[in-house]
């Protein structure tokens, strides 16, 4: 009798509960199909959740399922306007080689094409911060940085001792670091600059507040450095050991006009953490070299725009495609446009870590390789330490180098941002690195894919429905 009286009890105590519930979740709908609309699978996969279990997915929507932040658009394009303005070769863009993929929209506050660049490749992590490190400590006027990930490890605490150095010298220092990535290092970064002369601030600090949760989606990924508003650097490192010594990753060193594009981008993100304007464009960037560079940034809070540039390259690449990426979960319309270009007879190669630091990514990955290599994609895992490069070639001489996987949250989510460079020079020294790392991969087959266990085969398929929240 104690047994069934318990049971009755829960059920009278859970069935009001559940009632609630569901009636939040219908209270949802509206948000859901707003949100969700042109994508109808994704609106009806999170519309059965609410309604089977109302509680998981309530939290996982306000949580995670939000795909826009807004931000005063304003500012974005009265900035935008003032580095446009900076490039050399704005008027000129619909007649370059980058025309055939910057699209075109993205023109007013996102991207940015520009000539007389300098442009060098850094492929190691030793060679990256000992040029980073030179260049900091030759600012005169301003540095200006913005990392996902700012540990105060070994690495990090050289950064900030420069960065400490020159602001007790007069130059004006910014430090922006994410409030996810960064969130455990960000008690110890404000001590560490707390009485320097370094202006420090956090994107997104409060993420889980109930103010604040429907942003609990979104990081700021990018990873820039400007100094004196004519040196910059962008790509995959973040300020930790691991980059310097650990792991396969690159950055690109960059002078001239596209560094103007590089400021824009960073002291916007600036504005959206403090409020603060900053007038630190300088009144104009003169050229350094030959490089023709664009300069791409897309987040939450504009259209998928590096998204749909990769798309327009690899749609009209003629010769060749290289990718390199630590995370692969393809949207569609890539997946799609790999598929065909390999129809097309353009060699077509990926290569990933064969041991990913987020496992469950990897697993997810890998749900890919059968559709892709039975089109005649080639697949490479590297064998060795953690590939963080985020890197892709076309026909030997278009390269993008920046803070971007090839991954969902990355194309829809996060903030980012790509540098592309028509540089056959630059695209050879990027293979060369390439080809070094495929001394120690291993293709993957048909057969091997074929004779993979259906467990492991049952893992990868599980893995791959989280695909959206990875």
């Not at 519930?21 to 999170?46: K, N």
């Not at 400490?164 to 004006?172: L, M, N, P, T, Y």
């Not at 507040?209 to 450095?225: E, Y």
């Not at 002078?255 to 403090?274: H, Y």
């Amino acid at each position: 009798m104690g047994i069934a009286r318990s049971i009755v009890d829960a059920f009278e105590w859970g069935l009001p509960l559940f009632a609630i519930l569901e009636v939040a979740a219908l209270c949802s709908l509206p948000s859901i199909l707003l949100r969700r609309r042109g994508q109808p699978r994704s609106a009806l996969a999170w519309t059965l959740a609410l309604i089977t279990l109302p509680l998981f997915s309530l939290l996982a929507w306000w949580l995670f399922g939000r795909t826009r932040l807004e931000r005063k658009k304003k500012r974005r394009i009265t900035l935008a306007q003032r580095a446009k303005s900076q490039l050399e070769a704005a008027p000129s863009i619909q007649s370059n080689y980058l025309a055939q993929w910057l699209p075109s929209r993205a023109h007013q506050d996102s991207a940015f094409a520009s000539e007389g660049n300098h442009v060098a490749l850094l492929c190691d992590g030793h060679e990256a911060f000992a040029v980073i490190e030179k260049e900091l400590r030759a600012a005169k006027s301003s540095i200006s940085i913005e990392f996902y990930i700012f540990r105060l490890d070994e690495t990090g605490e050289r950064i900030a001792t420069i960065l400490q150095e020159r602001a007790d010298e007069g130059v004006s220092t910014r430090v922006l670091v994410d409030g996810f990535g960064s969130g455990s290092f960000i008690s110890s970064l404000r001590r560490r600059f707390k009485d320097t002369a370094v202006q420090f601030s956090v994107f997104l600090p409060s993420r889980l507040s109930p103010l604040t949760a429907p942003r609990a989606n979104f990081i700021n990924h990018r990873k820039i450095i400007v100094i004196d508003g004519c040196v910059g650097f962008t790509g995959g490192m973040n300020i930790a050991n691991e980059y310097r010594d650990q792991w396969h990753d690159l950055m690109l060193s960059i002078r001239g006009p596209a560094v103007s594009a590089l400021n824009q981008i960073l002291l916007e993100d600036w504005f959206f953490a403090t409020r603060e304007l900053v007038s630190d464009l300088a009144t104009r960037v003169a050229p350094a070299g030959k490089d023709l560079t664009g300069v791409i940034a897309s987040g939450p809070d504009t259209e998928p725009w590096i998204h749909d540039s990769f798309f327009l390259a690899l749609s009209q690449a003629k010769k060749s495609i290289q990718l390199v990426t630590p995370y692969f979960i393809p949207t569609e319309a890539l997946r799609q446009v790999l598929r065909t270009a390999a129809g097309r007879g353009i060699e077509v190669e990926l290569l990933l870590p064969a041991d990913s630091d987020v496992r469950l990514v990897k697993w997810a990955s890998r749900s890919f390789y059968r559709e892709l290599v039975g089109c005649g994609v080639k697949i490479r895992e590297y064998q060795g330490k953690m590939i963080h490069a985020k890197a892709m070639m076309i026909d030997d001489r278009l390269l993008s180098v920046g803070s971007a996987n090839l991954d969902l949250r990355s194309m829809r989510l996060s903030f980012e941002v790509a540098c592309f460079v028509d540089s056959p020079p630059l695209a050879q020294t990027f293979y060369r690195w390439l080809l070094s790392l495929r001394e120690d991969s291993v293709l993957i087959t048909k057969e091997d894919l074929e004779t993979k266990p259906a467990s492991t085969q049952l893992v990868e398929s599980i893995a791959s429905l989280f695909s959206p929240l990875l």
